[in-house]
């Protein structure tokens, strides 16, 4: 209430000073106008008289000037008239005029000696008067002069009149100031605060599960985003809690965020945890003229921020947004996620020639298809070596700025981009605890002896404590590349390497997701498969039955165009599903500077495109290709709505789309097909295990998929969500931090 009147006063006073200043200009401005207005009149009027009174005035015939007089006055009553001659003696007057009056003989003495007409206001008799004082002339020559007086106060009454009604306006506007304001306050603030109040007591109480529509707007809108987020942490921490001390009442345990948390805690006595990967979790793009932050698309990003969340530390990634600069500091840190910091974000700069030769030539011309068995041939060419190996030395001494003052560091460093980093760190750092975890698959001995540089990579990565691979063949094939091409010895019991008194442990960590997905879990919880497939017809215009969805990267080793030709193949078998079932490939760019990925896009597309022209109808595309960078928001949306989720990979190292799909149906519906080249394959057993290059077993797969009764598509994803909720990314990262942890450091690298 006490909110509600200091606005209304202030509105008010705001108001009335506004009212008081304009209606002042307007009075000025009237007044201007109307003396104006009265002053062209008599003059005029005078001279419009001029010849009727010079000639009587000349004859000496004051009768005559009497009558006119008289005449005048009888058509004009409030106008006095009077004349003198040239030495400034009355002759004749109206009766409401004062010929003895000094104004007026100041006034004929002035107009005669300037010969022009004078206007001025005088007070006579106590009433405002206009007197116009007018020479009377005869061949140039000043022969009297004529005076016209008009009452004023008609003004005056127009002065107050604008007074008074612009204060009756302004009661009025006044109470409608009172009236809206409580009405706005009331409906905007007051009753939208109360009924948040009222849902975050519910929730607080546990009477309350569904999401709310909270107000939006400038005022309300940051309280309903950090309401949002509240209400999403209570909500999960409460379903983490219930779902521990359920697994408590059986004897049974899995890992959350806080169980995380503490098991870091106790491993590393309260030590911040490093992470190194060349794409960063958070990125900040200009769009629309604004800054925005948005979340790349990746497996490695959607793995590691929910551990970074819970562990807090720093991430050293490369800033490859164009506004990535202005939202850093100095130092190119900053804390995030945006909404809720949980860690901080150390942007690495690279100049254009490091990024082209490091990411794009060595790493993804190179690296990339020499572990992806896909049949391209890679590509080294010695400059982007030379780059790979300056870009590794500029992330090494970001790193070594950070944990200059701390003892015995855990770094956790990603992929492929970074072979030679574990080196650079242990060369200056012997007490870091240093661990790589490469995401891609490994290749045999006989694919990696293409690469020129193969020593100099092992070298590298037989730096680190602990190397970390998908599975365990992947493990193996490192070893036997070991065994190949350096000198060590190799305990195949351990699964370790020691070289030059260094031991270097090779152990599977199959990465994982959230379980709960911490992006966009609860954003859709309320509603059914059935309302999101109509909402999502609506946005694309089409008919959407029953739908499929792809969600990757655009790459050659996704198996995207076998994916479409499966479909194709699919209308083509089974022809009665035309206008009755929708592929959705949700595809991101990725490394277009490449051609082959270049080409790549355009092959994509062109497929899509000829498979559409062959049976697409006018409200129905078989395939529907959505190029673009999908925030997970999207992405969840439809993995929610679809009927079968596809991945169909040529060569993966895990494949996290599976996984968050599986995680995603909290309706436990939905069927997965998955390539047999995926690691995920080793855990999903239930999902339609295909190989991608038969097309036929595509297309059947899909019909089965359909086809399958209610109870088993239930079944088996209960069983593949019992997995994931069993070996998710929490489990994941316990694993690998206390492996670490737990070895013993060698004295030489």
């Keep these: 209430m006490k909110i509600t009147l200091r606005l209304i006063v202030s509105l008010l006073f705001v108001a009335a000073l506004v009212a008081t200043i304009f209606s002042y200009y307007q009075v000025q401005n009237e007044e201007e106008r109307l003396t104006t207005e009265l002053t062209l009149r008599a003059s005029t009027l005078a001279e419009s008289m001029e010849g009727s009174v010079t000639e009587p005035l000349l004859s000496k015939s004051p009768e005559r000037l009497k009558k006119f007089i008289e005449r005048f006055v009888k058509r004009n009553p409030f106008v006095g008239i009077a004349i003198y001659d040239s030495q400034g003696v009355f002759v004749e007057r109206s009766p409401n005029i004062d010929s003895s009056k000094q104004e007026i003989i100041k006034y004929i003495m002035e107009s005669t000696t300037r010969n022009e007409g004078i206007s001025s206001f005088e007070t006579i008799n106590g009433i405002k008067t206009h007197i116009y004082t007018f020479p009377l002339r005869r061949d140039q020559q000043v022969i009297g002069s004529l005076i016209l007086t008009h009452n004023v106060s008609y003004i005056e009454a127009r002065l107050k009149e604008i007074w008074r009604y612009n204060f009756v306006r302004l009661l009025t506007l006044s109470f409608l100031i009172i009236l809206t304001t409580i009405l706005v306050v009331r409906w905007s603030l007051i009753g939208p605060i109360a009924q948040i109040a009222d849902w975050l007591k519910g929730l607080r109480l546990g009477k309350i599960r569904q999401p709310i529509n909270l107000p939006r707007g400038d005022v309300l809108g940051p309280l309903a985003k950090e309401v949002t987020l509240l209400a999403k942490n209570l909500a999960l921490a409460r379903a983490s809690a219930e779902t521990e001390a359920q697994l408590r009442a059986r004897a049974e345990s899995i890992w959350t965020p806080e169980r995380l948390k503490e ?90 020639d490091e990024e082209e030769g490091y990411y794009y030539g060595f790493s993804n011309e190179g690296i990339w298809p020499l572990c992806h068995i896909t049949h391209h041939r890679p590509i080294f060419r010695l400059e982007d070596w030379v780059h790979y190996q300056k870009v590794n030395e500029k992330f090494a001494e970001a790193l070594l700025e950070e944990i200059e003052q701390e003892q015995e560091p855990l770094i956790l460093i990603q992929d492929y981009h970074f072979a030679l980093l574990p080196f650079l760190i242990k060369s200056k750092r012997p007490d870091a605890r240093v661990a790589i975890f490469w995401h891609i698959p490994w290749p045999n001995p006989e694919s990696f002896g293409i690469c020129p540089w193969k020593r100099e990579i092992l070298l590298g990565l037989l730096a680190a404590d602990l190397v970390g691979f998908q599975i365990q063949y992947h493990c193996n094939n490192f070893l036997d590349t070991i065994d190949r091409f350096l000198e060590s010895k190799i305990n195949w019991e351990q699964f370790s390497i020691e070289r030059n008194e260094h031991v270097t442990l090779v152990k599977p960590f199959p990465i994982s997701v959230a379980f709960p997905p911490i992006f966009g879990y609860d954003d859709q919880t309320a509603i059914v498969k059935d309302t999101l497939k109509l909402n999502l017809e609506k946005e694309l215009g089409l008919s959407l039955k029953s739908l499929g969805v792809g969600v990757d990267r655009i790459d050659y080793t996704k198996g995207i165009i076998e994916r479409f030709k499966g479909v194709e193949r699919f209308f083509e078998k089974y022809p009665e599903y035309i206008e009755n079932f929708s592929f959705v490939e949700l595809g991101a760019p990725s490394r277009t500077h490449i051609k082959r990925y270049h080409d790549l896009l355009a092959e994509v597309e062109e497929t899509a495109n000829k498979i559409n022209w062959r049976f697409q109808t006018k409200k129905w595309k078989p395939i529907i290709y959505l190029e673009a960078h999908h925030n997970h928001e999207t992405i969840n949306r439809y993995y929610k709505a679809s009927d079968i989720c596809m991945v169909t990979s040529l060569h993966d190292g895990m494949n996290l789309v599976a996984k968050e799909f599986v995680a995603s149906r909290n309706d436990e519906d939905g069927v997965l097909i998955l390539s047999q080249f995926t690691g995920a394959s080793r855990e999903f057993h239930d999902a339609f295990i295909i190989n991608p290059y038969d097309i036929e077993e595509v297309a059947d797969s899909i019909h089965s998929s359909l086809t399958m009764p209610p109870d088993e598509r239930k079944l088996r994803m209960k069983r593949m969500q019992g997995i994931l909720k069993e070996h998710n990314v929490y489990r994941w990262a316990a694993n690998l931090v206390a492996t670490l942890s737990r070895i013993r450091i060698g004295k030489n690298i």
Excluded: F
């Excluded at 600069?325 to 909404?339: F, I, Q, R, S, T």
């Design 263 to 352: 098991h870091v805690r106790q491993e590393l006595g309260g030590k911040n945890l490093y992470v190194i990967s060349n794409r960063e979790p958070y990125m900040h793009i200009r769009s629309g003229g604004k800054i925005e932050c948005i979340v790349p698309a990746g497996g490695l990003v959607t793995a590691l921020d929910p551990i970074m969340r819970a562990c807090s530390g720093v991430w050293i990634a490369h800033g490859s947004g164009d506004a990535d600069v202005e939202m850093a500091d100095k130092n190119g840190k900053l804390d995030v996620p945006p909404d809720e910091p949980r860690y901080s974000l150390k942007r690495v700069w690279l100049t254009k």
